[in-house]
């Protein structure tokens, strides 16, 4: 089939590529030609494991451009551009911009949204530009996201059922349970999963302070155990410094906002920004009370990334606490593995960076960083991802353990 893909981020990117590798002929259209030219040269400005290759792979039957005139004659069309908060509302101006682009070419293609957009979105682009519109959130994890697009744990379609079956069969191949429903529905899906791993994130980070002032407690062992519920489940029970990322602090925000002004108030999606929002304080607070004044230590931090096998650091709550030691006169020395940024003083390697350092913070849960616990470290050790098995270290803190806080 050819399929055109409008916005080349993670979503759209990945989405491209799995559907090339899925014998489709692909166009993939960004109005930023400076990307296009490194797509084109194999220089991919992404990183994202496996995706790389797969667009290598799949060169023949997937072209970069920003030319929108290349997208005559593709019979479906994948917006994926962002969707960011403007005064906590979302702007929907690169949506709208995408879809009179592909209205300027006359292209008469299935119209399918993939950008995460409020309720009723759809509908409305639908009735002002007279188009076929299809709704098909996305739901794929950075840093996973090719296994996600190839095997999701379902797919939501949304719209007309002439349009959304033909929408369905782009992504019969991952054998996922297939959902066709009302474009609102599907829309709404979309905010009330991201906003309930929010809260599910909020909730163990918010039993993980409990855990704190109770000794013999730790929050590690109290999610495993709620986790063997079916009912509750074990993923994203992972207490640490709070959720970031382009995506949940976004959507929650945008949610609450859409709510409001029809005039109902997400009572528990507020709760859950509101613990995230003090998880940085929270760590502080424990390395205070653990390891005394903050100011004039130096500090080894490990990550900067908003989670693991990702470069990405927007909403990044590491990046927070990055600034939040240098705030509190900390000297701080940075490790990741991919992620770099602009004035943060890095170093090459863990073990490059271990000489005169007063402690350790594990900021994201990179499954390289547990070499520390081969490394007989006298120093403190404050996991903030509680990834480290606490027995290998002389002086382990871990949010969510007893800690006399
Ligand atoms: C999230 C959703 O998980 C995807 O399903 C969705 O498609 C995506 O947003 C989106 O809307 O595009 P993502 O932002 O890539 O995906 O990252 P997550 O894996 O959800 O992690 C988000 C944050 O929560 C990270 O900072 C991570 O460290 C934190 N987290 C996650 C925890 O603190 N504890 C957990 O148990 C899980």
Redo the contacts with the bound molecule.
């Keep these: 089939m050819n399929i055109g893909v409008i916005g080349i981020g993670?979503?759209g990117a990945v989405t491209a590529a799995v559907l090339a590798d899925q014998g489709n002929s692909i166009i993939a259209l960004d109005i930023d030609s400076d990307k296009i030219a490194r797509f084109n040269s194999g220089d991919i400005p992404i990183f994202e494991p496996g995706l790389k290759e797969l667009i290598l792979k799949n060169k023949k039957n997937l072209k970069f451009t920003a030319d929108y005139r290349m997208l005559r004659g593709t019979e479906i069309i994948f917006v994926a551009v962002p969707t960011p908060n403007l005064n906590g509302k979302i702007n929907l101006d690169y949506v709208y911009r995408a879809i009179s682009s592909i209205k300027s070419i006359n292209n008469d293609a299935i119209i399918v949204i993939k950008s995460?957009v409020i309720p009723g979105t759809g509908s409305k682009i639908k009735d002002e530009f007279n188009v076929n519109i299809v709704s098909n959130?996305?739901?794929?994890?950075?840093?996973?996201?090719i296994e996600?697009t190839l095997h999701p744990d379902r797919v939501i379609i949304g719209g007309e059922e002439e349009y959304a079956e033909k929408v369905a069969n782009v992504w019969k191949f991952s054998n996922s349970p297939i959902l066709i429903t009302t474009r609102e529905n599907a829309e709404l899906i979309?905010y009330a999963?991201?906003s309930f791993?929010?809260t599910?994130?909020s909730f163990?980070?918010e039993i993980a302070n409990l855990c704190q002032k109770i000794p013999n407690a730790d929050v590690e062992t109290v999610a495993k155990g709620m986790g063997y519920d079916r009912r509750i489940g074990p993923?994203?029970?992972?207490?640490?410094?709070?959720?970031?990322?382009?995506?949940?602090p976004k959507?929650t925000e945008a949610f609450i906002k859409y709510a409001e002004e029809l005039g109902e108030e997400m009572k528990i999606i507020k709760a859950a920004r509101n613990v995230n929002e003090e998880r940085i304080e929270r760590i502080i607070k424990i390395m205070e009370n653990k390891i005394g004044k903050i100011g004039g230590l130096k500090i080894l931090q490990l990550g900067i990334s908003?989670?693991?096998n990702?470069n990405d650091v927007r909403e990044?709550?590491a990046l927070k606490l990055y600034y939040a030691l240098i705030k509190k006169g900390a000297n701080v020395i940075v490790f990741d593995p991919v992620s770099k940024i602009e004035g943060i003083r890095y170093c090459e390697s863990i073990k490059d960076c271990l000489i005169s350092i007063d402690a350790i913070v594990v900021a994201?849960?990179w499954a390289e960083f547990k070499i520390l616990e081969e490394m007989d470290l006298k120093i403190p050790v404050i996991d903030g991802?509680r990834i480290l098995n606490p027995e290998k270290f002389e002086r382990f803190i871990g949010i969510g353990r007893y800690c006399d806080d």
Excluded: H
């Design positions: 993670f979503v995460t959130p996305e739901f794929l994890r950075e840093g996973n996201a996600d979309k999963s991201n791993l929010a599910k994130i163990i980070n993923l994203f029970l992972k207490a640490g410094i709070g959720y970031g990322g382009s995506c949940l959507d908003f989670k693991e990702t990044s709550q994201t849960e991802r």
